[in-house]
């Protein structure tokens, strides 16, 4: 029987050829969200109520109390499953099939990766290099102006504003129309994946890397960066920051974190954050704000060092009350994403020399969380107590080697399952849920591509892990 190790990295080529199709085909990476019409079982009717009185627009609330009644639905049926996280739907008429630059992001990051591939042809390299170009010059086309303490900060939607690649017919398409959810406020998430885009990016060009691209656009692309990461990020994360002296209680909570130090998801218009912050949420943003620490200073102002050290705390109490493994930890994810998108935020976090970890943690909070994360991947997510598909153990299995305790055996079982669920066929995996929604009703989103690049990332950080070990 072929080694399941050897058998996943074998399948890095046909994965690079199905993202590029995906490209090919539409000129972006589409994402599917399906509406479940009976809803979250972890929603509360507090937090119903909790949502009519918030800011959200008027036929969204007017559609959540008339949706309200098919939670009946989660007696009678159960949304199908193969594993942890749930399989998104991509045809039929209840499917939006959009582009966002939430999704982008990890697309981005698969691309940074294929880049590396020594057995690239010179053709195919200038192809992903070229998607790289596109990618980052749409996001710069999509700035927004956003007032936050007296500074203007450039920041970005979940839709492109240019283009929502929409099947204007469907009855998604119309309810995102319809609803205004298709022109949703610009939020944390969207904006600091993009900056820490941004920074990598900057550095490919300043390398003298993406040679083909004209140098005038070099230089162009080159200004506009700059002139977005040298603004204070930081004060930004701040001024959405739940503090002590700041407000109270989240208005819009469907979740039951613990605020303090954490990040509001949706920028404030008043000064105030409103939205319950979610846990991926502020992990993402903390690592942003590690990626780009040389262009915010973030070692050498105390305003900076506090909001990153809030944030901290806040993961750690909701970590250390066992909230994290809880569906009531998330307003837009799943346990197992906070447990990958931590293992990302350990390798920007290790890559710090001593001092600046100290002065970052000095508690070593971010250690224990890194040890409970462990322990979760190796229950919620081992093979041998419950059944996962490819998406679950391309996660977990990323997330051990990240995280630099790895056992073989694991590896090895996370491994055969992304191999024994690989199809032949144009898309070799099913879409699986790697964000949601919880209002109205419920929306889970993915697409075959996006668990195709996550895929790819894991069999990368495999065959790294494996040369580190022979």
């Known amino acids: 029987m072929k080694n399941p190790l050897q058998c ?17 085909s ?12 009976q809803g979250d079982s972890t929603l509360h009717l507090s937090d119903l109520v909790n949502f009519l009185l918030s800011r959200s627009d008027p036929f969204i609330r007017l559609s959540t109390i008339m949706l309200w009644p098919f939670r009946l639905l989660c007696v009678a049926s159960k ?7 749930l399989r998104v739907p991509t045809h039929g008429r209840g499917v939006i099939k959009f582009h966002t630059f939430f999704t982008d992001f990890y697309f ?17 390299r200038k192809e992903w290099e ?5 990618m980052a010059d749409l996001a710069l086309n999509n700035q927004l102006a956003y007032d936050a303490g007296g500074e203007t900060f450039q920041v970005f939607q979940f839709f492109p504003k240019s283009e929502l690649h929409c099947d204007a017919w469907s009855s998604g398409s119309l309810f995102l129309r319809l609803s205004g959810l298709a022109q949703i406020d610009s939020d944390a998430d969207d904006t600091f994946v993009l900056l820490e885009m941004f920074g990598n990016f900057l550095k490919l060009l300043q390398s003298g890397g993406l040679s083909d691209i004209p140098e005038g656009q070099r230089q162009s692309m080159v200004a506009s960066l700059e002139n977005i990461l040298r603004l204070p990020y930081c004060d930004l994360a701040r001024y959405n920051q739940f503090t002590p002296d700041g407000e109270a209680i989240p208005r819009p909570n469907y979740t039951s974190v613990e605020p303090w130090g954490g990040i509001s998801t949706w920028f404030v218009r008043k000064g105030q954050p409103e939205d319950a912050p979610d846990l991926v949420v502020n992990v993402t943003v903390l690592r942003s704000m590690l990626v780009n620490r040389a262009h915010w200073k973030l070692f050498e102002s105390e305003r900076a060092l506090q909001a990153v050290q809030g944030m901290i705390a806040f993961l750690h109490h909701n970590v250390k009350s066992q909230l994290f ?17 931590f293992a990302r935020l350990w390798q920007e976090f290790i890559s710090l020399n001593p001092l600046e970890r100290q002065r970052l943690d000095p508690g070593e909070k971010l250690t224990y969380i ?5 322990s979760c991947l190796t229950r919620d997510l081992n093979p041998a107590l419950r059944a996962l598909n490819p998406l679950d153990a391309a996660l977990a299995m990323a997330s051990a080697i990240q995280l630099g305790q790895a056992s073989q055996v694991l590896v090895s079982q996370w491994a055969e399952i992304i191999c024994a669920h690989f199809q032949d066929q144009r898309y070799p995996y099913y879409a699986y849920e790697i964000f949601k929604g919880k209002i109205p009703t419920y929306m ?11 895929v790819y990332d894991a069999i990368d950080e495999l065959e790294a892990y494996l040369s580190r070990v022979a």
Not at 108 to 124: A, F, K, V
Not at 325 to 341: D, K, P, Q
Not at 370 to 374: G, P, T, Y
């Open 130 to 134: 070229r998607i790289l170009v596109e």
């Open 8 to 24: 996943a990295i074998a399948l890095k080529p046909r994965l690079r050829q199905v993202i590029y199709d995906e490209w090919a």
């Open 325 to 341: 493994r809880s569906n009531r930890g998330y307003s837009f994810y799943i346990a197992e994403f906070f447990y990958a998108m």
């Open 444 to 454: 889970v989103y993915g697409s075959e591509a996006t668990t195709a690049a996550l």
């Open 108 to 124: 981005y990051g698969t691309i940074q990766r294929i880049l590396q591939d020594q057995s690239l042809s010179q053709e195919e």
């Open 370 to 374: 890194r040890e409970e994360v462990l």
């Open 79 to 85: 949304p199908e499953r193969d594993g942890f996280s």
């Open 26 to 37: 539409f000129g972006f990476f589409p994402c599917c969200a399906s509406i479940q019409l």
